[in-house]
């Protein structure tokens, strides 16, 4: 079963808005990434953050993670067309375990 | 292009045909990774590799499948006796371990459809 969960499924907003996803997870981490799919093509790594980080900033990218509540969200700021994608969360307990990743949450961003 | 790639990009197949794809990692990757993606859902974890050694294989992987990586390079995934239920995207990612961080780099995925 996946691991992580993320949340809203779908979000559509405008161009310029900022659009924030959230993913729960239920196990022990030791890091967590957020990947980007355009449709049809593979995976882009966005950012990755350790268990032992509370935030972290990429660009017009934000990442938090709140290890108590196994939970982290994404933000993108000032949104453009061309970040509509579909977003997955995946996490990773570290040493020989695989990551798993999550749903995903589809993002469309109108012009 | 130093990214990983896959071949072929897509592959439409009958009902009962065996079928393989290619994946060519990163070259210095220690890791490679089997994901197979339907629509609407995130990457499903199917087998992975550590140099030659194939350390973890899901449920999800039915004794149709069989995933090689000879030499510790490129990977194979063959699909025997395909079934409709086998159409879906199969992504590879490959990935250099340091420490306990790893971060996935994937392939552009094969796309199969099977008739």
């Known amino acids: 079963s996946q691991q992580g969960e993320e949340d809203p499924q779908a979000l559509s907003i405008q161009e310029g808005e900022n659009a924030t996803m959230n993913c729960s997870y239920k196990?022990?981490?030791?890091?967590l990434q957020w990947y980007r799919q355009n449709s049809g093509r593979g995976l882009v790594h966005l950012i990755l953050?350790?268990?032992?980080?509370r935030e972290k900033h990429s660009g017009r990218l934000r990442v938090t993670l709140d290890t108590s509540k196994k939970s982290s969200s994404l933000l993108i700021t000032a949104s453009r067309a061309a970040d509509t994608a579909s977003y997955f969360c995946?996490?990773?307990?570290?040493?020989?375990?695989?990551?798993?990743f999550g749903a995903g949450t589809r993002l469309f961003v109108k012009a | 292009d130093t990214g990983v790639s896959q071949d072929p990009r897509h592959k439409i197949t009958k009902r009962g045909q065996n079928v393989t794809f290619r994946c060519d990692p990163i070259?210095?990757?220690?890791?490679l990774y089997w994901y197979r993606q339907t629509l609407g859902q995130g990457p499903e974890f199917l087998t992975y590799?550590?140099?030659?050694?194939?350390?973890?294989k899901s449920r999800l992987l039915s004794d149709r499948f069989s995933a090689e990586r000879p030499k510790g390079s490129f990977s194979t995934l063959e699909i025997q006796r395909t079934e409709q239920g086998d159409s879906a995207m199969y992504l590879c990612a490959s990935s250099l371990i340091i420490g306990e961080q790893e971060t996935q780099y994937f392939g552009p995925g094969t796309r199969l459809l099977v008739l």
């Open positions: 953050i350790r268990s032992n980080e």
């Open positions: 995946a996490t990773s307990r570290g040493g020989g375990f695989k990551t798993i």
């Open positions: 070259s210095e990757h220690n890791r």
């Open positions: 196990t022990s981490i030791n890091n």
């Open positions: 590799f550590q140099n030659e050694a194939q350390l973890e």
